[in-house]
């Protein structure tokens, strides 16, 4: 999606002659389509999340929230079986179709944004799981922390320290940078459980796997607890 230098200044909270600054002094991505300054958006979010830089992305409350427990995340709404795609990419697409995404929730760039993140470095974890998660968090637009676990049709190679192809993709959209990194944090504790991952790998219901999480030790859910 390609922005002009008001919409990004309105994106970054600046003034417009900043942008128009910045970018010709080589500190912001730009296109120059026939002498016109022309932004992708995707790279402004990008380019925002790597220098520390606040963004106005709408109504959104910006503050962290108390984390939800992860019992509270685990729904069986939250699981998708038979994923097809032989690619990440193509897998994601079909995913993100299933999520249940507020109307103003731009698919096609939180597609985008996935895709891109994992071309950078894999989020595969090993075991078959992989948790690709958005750089810029609060592009999704959900009033919530949004899990969603997808099954695949077919295992796919997404470059895993362990070599293994990933069954399992688990998708974290959150709020806030700060909460998604805690609530990962939670997540590579679950996932480090084997009867978990045997769950997971052997398509159990969705049902089953909610009810393991529900009586899982606290210090499995949050390997924060005293």
């Known amino acids: 999606m390609e922005l002009n230098a008001a919409e990004v ?32 958006r995707q790279a402004i979010l990008e380019w925002a999340m790597t220098c520390g830089h606040p963004l106005n992305l709408g109504p959104v409350e910006e503050k962290s929230a108390g984390l939800p427990p992860i019992t509270e995340l685990f729904t069986p709404s939250c699981f998708h079986y038979g994923v097809p795609g032989r690619t990440f990419a193509e897998v ?7 999520f249940e995404l507020p109307p103003e929730a731009d698919k096609e760039l939180i597609h985008d944004l996935i895709v891109s993140r994992d071309k950078l470095m894999t989020t595969a974890i090993g075991d078959g799981l992989a948790i690709p998660h958005l750089r810029v968090p609060l592009a999704a637009h959900v009033s919530r922390p949004t899990p969603g676990v997808f099954f695949t049709s077919e295992p796919i190679d997404m470059g895993a320290p362990d070599g293994k192809p ?14 998604h990194l ?38 499995a859910r949050n390997p924060n607890a005293k």
């Open 9 to 40: 200044a309105g994106l970054l909270s600046v003034p417009e002659n900043f942008v128009g600054e910045w970018a010709h002094a080589g500190k912001l991505p730009h296109l120059d389509a026939q002498g016109r300054l022309r932004f992708n």
């Open 166 to 179: 990933v069954h399992t993709v688990f998708v974290l959209l959150s709020l806030t940078p700060k909460q």
């Open 182 to 219: 805690k609530l990962l944090a939670r997540l590579a504790s679950v996932f480090r459980q084997p009867d978990f991952v045997k769950l997971l790998r052997e398509r159990a219901k969705a049902e089953t796997i909610c009810e393991w999480i529900q009586r899982a030790p606290a210090n």
């Open 92 to 98: 994601f697409r079909a995913a993100i179709d299933r």
